[in-house]
């Protein structure tokens, strides 16, 4: 009798131990605020405008968590898309743009062929997110077309990011050589 319990209780000791250190976390998608006007999100977005989604691809990355005595493997799954845009109301965007957004659960899943209006955050325009955003499909985003007004056409040449680093490093390089220059030459005894 007691070698049976005993047993029992050891499976069930076991499996507690499996079902804590396996554990899954799941996240779920919750907007707070949704009651957000066209023109209050288009304040506080880096980029709106309306396009045509020419392509996409899937990028997944893995990123592996600890907090012993448990790991956490992490998906991240960035889309790679292709944008015909049509209008622009914020941002200086080209015709055609190639985009990576992070996807989640409340991100927007576009589909190639269809027309959006995209409300976009992010640094510059090759890496935004769209979660939790008025962004729509272009036939059911009426009342927004409406807010927002009549949009600008995009610029033929296409968008480049210019990073603020790049000019401040070369402006630090083209300070440092001729003091180093300098210096390097009265060490060899130069006397201007």
């Known amino acids: 009798m007691w070698s049976s319990l005993t047993n029992l209780s050891v499976k069930i000791s076991l499996l507690i131990v499996i079902i804590a250190i396996c554990h899954v976390q799941t996240l779920a998608c919750v907007c707070i605020d949704r009651s957000v006007t066209p023109i209050q999100e288009m304040a506080g977005a880096k980029f709106v405008f309306a396009g045509k ?13 600890s907090k012993f005595p448990f790991f956490h493997k992490v998906f991240f799954a960035k889309t790679k898309l292709k944008f015909e845009v049509k209008e622009v109301w914020k941002g200086d965007l080209s015709r055609e743009i190639v985009t990576r957004e992070l996807s989640g659960l409340c991100s927007v899943s576009f589909e190639e062929g269809k027309e959006y209006l995209v409300y976009a955050y992010g640094r510059n325009w090759d890496d935004i997110s769209t979660g ?20 600008r056409i995009p610029t033929s040449q296409p968008a480049r990011a210019t ?30």
């Open 53 to 65: 989604v020419l392509g996409r691809e899937q990028e997944s990355q893995i990123l592996f968590t």
């Open 132 to 151: 939790c955003t008025r962004t729509s499909l272009l036939a059911s985003a009426n009342e927004d077309l409406a807010a927002l007004g009549k949009g």
């Open 163 to 192: 990073p603020v680093s790049i000019a401040i490093f070369a402006l630090l390089l083209s300070l440092a050589l001729p003091i180093m220059f300098l210096w390097f030459l009265k060490r060899r005894g130069w006397q201007p």
